[in-house]
Nanobody, 126 residues
Framework: QVQLVESGGGLVQAGGSLRLSCSAS????????MSWFRQAPGKEREFVGR????????DYADSVKGRFTISRDNAKNTVFLQMNSLKPEDTAVYYC???????????????????WGQGTQVTISS
């Protein structure tokens, strides 16, 4: 029902900025929670941020609060992750994920999302 494709990854220096995009299929896009996760080599997939359909609010991991911003353009079926003040520890493969918008409360576990993109590599150099 939903297909996701990430883009915008690359190599930037610490302190720089990068914007990731996730293009989604389907006219039901606006009814889904959209989140970003990341996974570094040898690490568990980690929640980054979510934009909620049910509440219209945002939720961010403590590690990225104040630096990352998630937004969506429903007309273009696209979700964005604006990353500022990047740090070497932000280096990871970044994934977008989609789940039903009926969820109440925080939605931070990978298993709570049914649809995933293939990921885009983000590398931050010192």
């Amino acid at each position: 029902q939903v297909q996701l494709v990430e883009s915008g990854g690359g190599l930037v220096q610490a302190g720089g900025s990068l914007r990731l995009s996730c293009s989604a299929s389907g006219r039901t896009f606006s009814t889904y929670d959209m989140s970003w996760f990341r996974q570094a080599p040898g690490k568990e997939r980690e929640f980054v941020g979510r934009i909620s359909w049910s509440t219209g609010s945002h939720d961010y991991a403590d590690s990225v609060k104040g630096r990352f911003t998630i937004s969506r353009d429903n007309a273009k079926n696209t979700v964005f992750l604006q990353m500022n003040s990047l740090k070497p520890e932000d280096t990871a493969v970044y994934y977008c994920a989609a789940g039903s918008g009926l969820w109440i409360g925080n939605r931070r576990r990978a298993g709570e999302y049914a649809y995933w993109g293939q990921g885009t590599q983000v590398t931050i150099s010192s």
